[in-house]
């Protein structure tokens, strides 16, 4: 069976190989359905392996094992958490591919098929991240992922915003990326090892008495910053926000849905498997820069969120907002902190792409994703309706949605005030969805009133041919079914035992933990959602008092557009990051 | 051991870092990035240095006679070599498309993606 680990990158490269090859001659519907069949075939390799993923499986990739326990192969591994987020992602891009369906024009005739086949190329790239086993074969996947992730953002390149977010974008992750490299680059040069596991015992073995030095810090900074870029930890955020805004919907839908969260799953990871021994970062620093970095993260993301009114924007915020989460869940190191991010990551996929699919029919109907634009004006879109009010609901934690059950779990790991940081962020941002829905789709409250120095999302170019007669089913229907999925994460008996299971196997140092519903965490997600509902009624019905746009300023005046602004920061983040973990080195 | 290498690898990074920050030309911008990367290319090879060794080619030497340069960072420079130009030619489209729709390649100019 571990055999067949590769292939979860090599199908869908194939695949976009083959539509690239031959994608002149294929009608559009054929070239679809060719994507369709590697993008779903990959999905389910990746679920028949998911369920034979106890014990953990590793394969040497082309028969490459170690001789003497050394070893220059590719190693991938096959675990619970590596082949649920290869699921994820292949499952989320089917979805996009079938949102996508009749959404985009007729592309011109030597196009055909070009954007299936990115998206199966992106769908190749993830798989192969979160499956690699060596750290370099995680950075040429982490390096490809990005590289399509820029070309498919801009894919509408006469659009002037898509091609300056996309520039943006390209410019920091592939920096954040070159930083990364270098890390790998001194691991390589204390340990002559590249793949995770065997990097992680030759620190153990290289640390003198005196535990980790200055390479280690540097080499745990430099490659944590390159995945903090991806994961959109604040300072490295401000690519996210300008990417998603412009990219084009069933590609936000992934963007969103599941690789920033890439990003925090490698950070587990190379965490876990490098870092995590006495020769690597003490567990009390990680701790202390990942919940720091969390919750800078969660509070900044919630604030930005909560102002915008461009509605693509504003989802793209609350990612920012529900990343910082799963950070400081992960940052206690809990076995319980592991299983709820990976619940809540589950859910917050398809609560968070569904809602996109839905901004994406607002923009198809109305050529307009401005909050204040549309004020009023879907009301008819009752279906669209209904499931962006389930959505905010989802998103501010409502039980049984597996975001709800996650939550829970989680804040009861991170516990004291952090479990606070929880309820009000999610609840901000799961309001603002809320306002969003208020305002669109039923037109209640005032009108608001124009303000200067804003985002509006109103002079967007749609994205379908025209005007479509109707809404295609598969555009309702994709974030019906995810929605569905992200219930089912907290429903269906028993998943939560098993994710928590594969999660604790592969990780969290063999400890287990049970998940469960408590009536402590009904009770906080019952809260978060009631003042989700406060915070979006005070904004519809005070809209002066809440929504201030001023008041947020400062914050948002850093959010410039400026690729060297971004540059920037993303130097401060490493600094900061760095001085967060410099006391274990200092005192070991 | 050489620790010139390694200085002039922080440097060269940081250059690169610098020249994006300060950028006012997305050009330049998109060079200074490779100038970056060459960075990764110093640090790698560097890495697998060796006093005295050749490369390593055993065409005409013997495996085993005389001590040889480390061949895995040779393969990561070319892998990330590869890398390298898939992003210039990908982010330089995305300039001259930046150029073709804004009429301007000054980052300072391109302020519609603020808040």
């Known amino acids: ?588 | 051991m050489h620790v010139l290498p390694y200085l002039v690898a922080a440097y060269v990074f940081l250059t690169g870092c610098y020249g994006l920050a300060a950028s006012r030309n997305l050009i330049h911008a998109v060079g200074c990035l490779a100038v970056c990367q060459c960075a990764t290319y110093v640090l790698l090879l560097a890495v697998g240095y060796r006093d005295g060794a050749t490369a390593p080619v055993f065409s005409d030497v013997k495996p085993g006679s005389r001590p040889v340069v480390d061949p895995v960072v040779q393969a990561l420079t070319l892998t990330d070599i590869v890398v390298g130009a898939t992003v210039t030619a990908l982010l330089l489209a995305l300039v001259l498309q930046i150029a073709k729709r804004h009429g301007t390649i000054d980052p300072d100019e391109l302020r519609e993606l603020r808040g």
């Open chain 1, 1 to 588: 069976m571990h055999h067949l680990i590769p292939l979860l990158a090599a199908v869908p490269l194939f695949g976009a190989a083959l539509l690239v090859a031959t994608g002149r001659r294929l009608s559009r519907a054929a070239a679809e359905i060719t994507g369709f069949v590697f993008s779903g075939g990959t999905a389910a390799l990746a679920l028949v392996l998911l369920l034979n993923s106890a014990p953990p499986m590793t394969e040497w990739v082309g028969g490459w094992l170690p001789v003497d326990a050394e070893s220059v192969g590719i190693l991938v591994v096959g675990d619970g958490p590596a082949l649920g987020m290869a699921a994820l992602a292949s499952l989320l891009t089917l979805a996009a591919l079938a949102y996508s369906w009749r959404y985009f024009d007729q592309p011109p005739r030597e196009r055909t098929g070009s954007f299936t086949a990115l998206m199966l190329v992106f769908q190749g790239a993830m798989c192969g991240f979160a499956v690699a086993g060596d750290l370099f074969n995680a950075f040429v996947f982490f390096e490809l992922m990005s590289v399509v992730a820029y070309a498919l953002t801009g894919y509408r390149i006469d659009e002037a915003k898509a091609v300056q977010g996309a520039l943006a974008f390209g410019v920091v992750n592939s920096l954040g990326a070159y930083a990364m490299l270098m890390g790998i680059a001194l691991l390589y040069a204390r340990t002559g090892e590249l793949a995770m596991a065997k990097i992680g015992r030759g620190l153990d073995a290289a640390a003198g008495p005196g535990g980790p030095d200055a390479l280690v810090l540097a080499s745990f900074v430099l490659v944590l910053t390159g995945l903090l870029v991806k994961a959109t930890a604040v300072p490295f955020h401000f690519w996210l926000p300008d990417a998603h805004a412009v990219a084009p919907t069933p590609v936000c839908m992934l963007l969103s849905g599941v690789m920033v969260e890439l990003g925090s799953y490698g950070v587990w990871r190379v965490y876990g498997t490098v870092f995590a021994g006495p020769g690597g970062i003490p567990a009390a620093d990680l701790t202390r820069a990942l919940v720091t970095l969390g919750t800078l993260t969660a509070v900044t993301g919630a604030v930005m969120c909560w102002y915008q009114r461009h509605i693509k924007r504003l989802l793209a915020c609350s990612t920012v907002a529900h990343t910082g989460l799963f950070l400081v869940g992960l940052g206690v190191l809990t076995p319980e902190g592991d299983d709820g991010v990976a619940l809540y990551l589950l859910g917050h996929a398809g609560v968070k792409a569904a809602l996109f699919a839905c901004a994406g029919v607002l923009l198809d109907r109305f050529g307009s994703v401005d909050e204040h634009a549309l004020h009023g004006r879907a009301r008819r879109l009752r279906a669209t309706g209904v499931m962006f009010a389930v959505g905010a609901a989802a998103l501010a934690g409502l039980p049984p949605f597996g975001t709800a059950l996650g939550k829970a779990v989680a804040e009861e790991a991170v516990g004291g005030p952090l479990t606070a940081v929880y309820v009000v962020v999610s609840a901000i941002t799961g309001g603002a969805v809320l306002r969003v829905t208020a305002r669109v789709f039923l037109g209640l409250g005032p009108r608001p009133q124009e303000a200067e120095y804003e985002i509006s999302g109103s002079d967007e170019e749609p994205e379908t041919s025209g005007r479509l007669r109707r809404i295609p089913d598969t555009m309702t229907t994709v974030p019906a079914v995810l929605l569905a999925a992200s219930l089912a994460v907290g429903v269906v008996p028993g998943f939560g035992a098993l994710v928590a299971r594969s999660v604790n196997e592969a990780g969290s140092g063999g400890a287990h933990a049970s998940v469960h519903w408590t009536g402590h965490g009904l009770l906080l997600d019952a809260a978060s959602t009631v003042l989700a509902a406060a915070l979006a009624g005070l904004a519809v019905t005070r809209p002066r008092r809440a929504a201030a746009p001023d008041r947020a300023a400062p914050l948002r005046r850093l959010q410039s557009g400026h690729v060297g602004d971004y540059v920037a920061w993303l130097l401060v983040g490493a600094a900061f990051l760095g001085a967060l973990a410099l006391p274990g080195v200092l005192g070991g």
